[in-house]
């Protein structure tokens, strides 16, 4: 399954270096992308016009769309696994709506640099600080409530949050475009963005990776782990805090980008079973490939004019999340 899944992701990759607004030669760009393989060389014979649209927009576009894609799949797995709720996702447990809400406000007082160097940081704090709120909430309504109690407080949490962000995008009123574009999704920030998001993206996948074998313990319940010497409370904080510093990541690059995180986790589930051992892997490559081509779809549909690619990870991601709310309900009753 991992080869497949790897499989896919090159091929979506491929695809959204062949086909944009622009018209290349199919040829012409697998030629270049041959040359820029180590000991190759090869003549594409793009122009200078070509060559830097492929290298400067469509690549960077691409690993930014996979990158992204690839932590908010993997961050909601790891969701799902600290709090045994397979309704867990980023933008469910206010984790997004935080981060998005730090981020407007590091723009909005750093007078709309969007590129100043605490945004991550402060995207990460606004992640945390969403997810944790939305936890209490969803304990101090009451224990015994399940699925529908976590939602309901990760959505009241989640519209609380986004009214402050409101707010403050009123305060900018020079800003909103910049800002409406952000929170409506966007993987075309170049190699800039590509460079500032990948060190969190290798600390938090590493960190939910090596803890794959961890989940499947706590899986079983809490006085099963504890008896295999297991720190239950010491695995769901590592875990909750690097499934925070990917989705934080992920805004702070691209924005609002929803449904990613609950739509691959439930296919791979489907297709490879419950262990987290393969579950958060197969999600990071699954979650980047759909994303690559969430993007293709975005840049191309309307071409020349172009989608926020939220709009379509909406368009397929809101009946799936219907479906999966269905199925949980019946299990729970």
Do not use: C
Request: hydrophobic fraction near 60%; proline fraction near 4%; glycine fraction near 12%.
């Amino acid at each position: 399954m991992t080869a497949v899944a790897v499989a896919l992701l090159l091929a979506s990759m491929l695809a959204g270096l062949l086909v944009g607004a622009a018209d290349i030669a199919p040829r012409s760009v697998l030629i270049q992308l041959l040359d820029w393989l180590p000991f190759v060389s090869a003549d594409s014979g793009l122009a200078p016009v070509e060559l830097s649209l492929l290298a400067e927009i469509r690549l960077p576009r691409v690993l930014l769309a996979a990158i992204v894609g690839g932590l908010l799949a993997v961050a909601g797995a790891g969701y799902q696994g600290v709090f045994r709720n397979p309704l867990a996702d980023p933008y469910l447990l206010g984790a997004a709506a935080g981060a998005g809400l730090a981020t407007t406000a590091a723009i909005v007082l750093s007078k709309g640099d969007g590129e100043a160097i605490g945004i991550p940081a402060a995207a990460f704090v606004g992640a945390v600080g969403g997810v944790l709120l939305a936890y209490a909430l969803g304990n101090a309504a009451g224990r015994g409530g399940g699925t529908a109690t976590l939602v309901l407080a990760g959505v009241a949490v989640t519209s609380f949050l986004t009214a402050v962000q409101t707010f403050l995008q009123q305060l900018r009123v020079e800003e909103l475009q910049r800002i409406y574009a952000w929170i409506l999704g966007n993987v075309g920030g170049g190699w800039g963005q590509v460079t500032l998001v990948a060190p969190y993206a290798v600390v938090s996948v590493t960190v939910m990776l090596l803890h794959g074998r961890l989940l499947d313990v706590l899986s079983v319940g809490d006085d099963e782990a504890v008896t295999l010497g297991l720190n239950a409370a010491r695995v769901r904080l590592v875990v909750l805090f690097a499934a925070s510093l990917a989705t934080a990541a992920a805004v702070a690059v691209s924005g609002l980008i929803g449904f990613v995180g609950i739509v691959v986790p439930h296919v791979v589930r489907r297709l490879t079973g419950s262990s987290y051992r393969v579950v958060l892997p197969i999600s990071l490559v699954g979650g980047a490939a759909f994303l690559v081509l969430a993007d293709l779809i975005a840049r191309t549909v309307l071409a020349p004019a172009e989608l926020p690619i939220g709009v379509v990870t909406a368009f397929f991601g809101a009946p799936f999340f219907v479906a999966v709310l269905r199925m949980t309900r019946r299990v729970e009753t």
